[in-house]
């Protein structure tokens, strides 16, 4: 073999090797992708003092029960008025429960209603009361173990505040995807828009693997630990 033909051989041989390679790089960069792909959410403000409270009763009639409110550790932002909120129960429930929702100045609680008694999971519940902008309010979800007896209530609780949309997130929520609005409503702090637009994907397709490890890494990023092993648990 002359000169000229070894050095054609061996550019050729180099091409391939980086061809090859350079597919084997995006094959995997690909699969990183569809497999870490979670939002990631960013409380609104850092540092916040700690709001959300756990239920947990090692007692009859419910014994070893988890009650959490799918909500983040500090207060979580909505864009609606009328939110969608998340609560979750470890085993189904034998008492009466309850949802209350209060503000600062309320001497009574602004809602004071009877939910269905639940089966293990994750649960919604629309909310009938139009918040006010920029108010703080606390939202509870009580196991009822005595009417006459509260004490025993077995409770969970969380925080929220209402607030408009920025003008560049509001337009980027119009342009974007269903698939994407979790991550950008996540990532600037708007946990209860975030968690909504999931759980609605969720509802729409009940076997999509990918939104259900979404929402779990989503829990887990705040804590909720037991309602995060249930989605992935309940997964079709």
């Known amino acids: ?11 050729l041989a180099m091409t391939l090797s980086m061809t090859a390679l350079q597919g084997i790089a995006e094959e995997q960069s690909s699969t990183s992708t569809t497999t870490t792909s979670t939002p990631v959410y960013r409380p609104p403000l ?5 709001t959300r409270v756990g239920g947990a009763s090692r007692g009859a009639p419910d014994a070893e029960l988890v009650l959490s409110v799918i909500a983040p550790e500090s207060t979580g932002l909505t864009s609606r008025a009328q939110p969608t909120l998340y609560w979750y129960t470890s085993k189904a429930l034998s008492r009466p429960m309850e949802f209350t929702l209060n503000d ?4 009574k609680p602004l809602v004071d209603m ?3 008694v639940a089966q293990p999971g994750i649960h919604a519940l629309k909310l009938n009361y139009a918040l006010k902008p920029e108010v703080e309010y606390q939202w509870t979800i009580a196991a009822v173990a005595d009417p006459n007896q509260r004490a025993s209530d077995t409770i969970a609780g969380g925080t929220i505040k209402y607030v408009q949309l920025p003008a560049a997130l509001a337009a980027q929520i119009k342009s974007a995807t269903p698939q994407q609005q979790p991550f950008l409503y996540a990532q600037e ?14 509802d729409a397709q009940p076997s999509n693997h990918n939104v259900r490890e979404q929402r779990a890494a989503l829990l887990e990023q705040v804590g909720l630990k ?7 648990s309940a997964q079709p």
């Open 114 to 116: 009877k939910v269905p």
């Open 104 to 107: 600062e100045q309320s001497i």
């Open 1 to 11: 073999m002359n000169i000229s033909a070894r050095k054609l051989s061996m550019a």
């Open 189 to 202: 702090g708007f946990w209860y828009d975030a968690l909504t637009t999931l759980s609605e994907q969720i």
């Open 226 to 232: 037991s309602a995060a092993e249930y989605d992935r």
């Open 46 to 50: 850092r540092g916040a003092p700690a």
